[in-house]
């Protein structure tokens, strides 16, 4: 009954919580090997509506762009370790910004910005929690077209570690690039120059 009880609060504290979050520490051992991970991983496009428990959200976190070393390093490589992805995580509640170094969610806007994830995919409002990739150009001093690319190829990698992880920690996920970009962009505070690239819904697969 115990269990039960925690289970229960812990899920509430990231549900329903309208400020910002401590995620709990990533089961590094959770989950298939790679090589299952691969063999597991595939787009799809329905979802179960239950919610994310706190600790899957976590684990998928951290495997998609937490920290991994002690200099602060991350799970997902970037252009001279510029770390200029950005992941926010959208849910029916609000929208959060991932901060790897406190591996916390920090919230940034109430309300349910999933539709705007979507665009025209109404079924990417199924799912609980959409991951949105930002490169945030500041970090490169320049919009020009090598800089462009590499934070695109950023986003991409950022993307393909939350798939694999979907897929070794039993979550269901597409990746993305389409989205109501200009209306993200407002609803999360954020300036031209931080740009969104990719998105992925996730949830558990439909039973």
């Not at 039960?4 to 959770?30: C, H, N, R, Y």
């Not at 989950?31 to 959200?57: H, I, P, W």
């Not at 930002?134 to 001093?141: E, L, S």
């Amino acid at each position: 009954m115990r269990k039960i009880f925690v289970f229960l609060m812990t899920l509430a504290a990231f549900t329903l919580s309208a400020q910002d979050i401590a995620l709990l520490a990533p089961e590094t051992g959770k989950g298939v090997n790679v090589m299952q991970a691969f063999n597991q991983r595939r787009s799809t496009r329905e979802f179960d509506s239950k919610e994310l428990t706190l600790q899957d959200m976590s684990n998928l976190l951290w495997a998609t762009m937490g920290i991994n070393r002690q200099d602060n390093k991350l799970t997902a490589p970037s252009c001279r370790n510029l770390q200029e992805i950005r992941l926010f995580v959208i849910t029916a509640n609000g929208a959060y910004e991932y901060i790897p170094l406190s591996h916390s969610l920090h919230q940034v806007a109430e309300g349910d910005l999933r539709q705007m994830v979507a665009g025209q995919q109404d079924f990417v409002t199924n799912a609980p929690v959409s991951l949105l990739m930002v490169a945030d150009m500041d970090k490169f001093g320049n919009t020009d077209s090598r800089s462009m690319t590499m934070a695109a190829i950023d986003a991409g990698i950022v993307t393909e570690n939350a798939c694999i992880a979907a897929a070794g920690l039993g979550l269901a996920t597409v990746p993305r690039a389409s989205m109501e970009s200009d209306k993200l962009r407002q609803a999360l505070g954020l300036t031209e120059t931080q740009i969104p690239l990719m998105n992925a819904p996730v949830g558990y697969f439909k039973q």
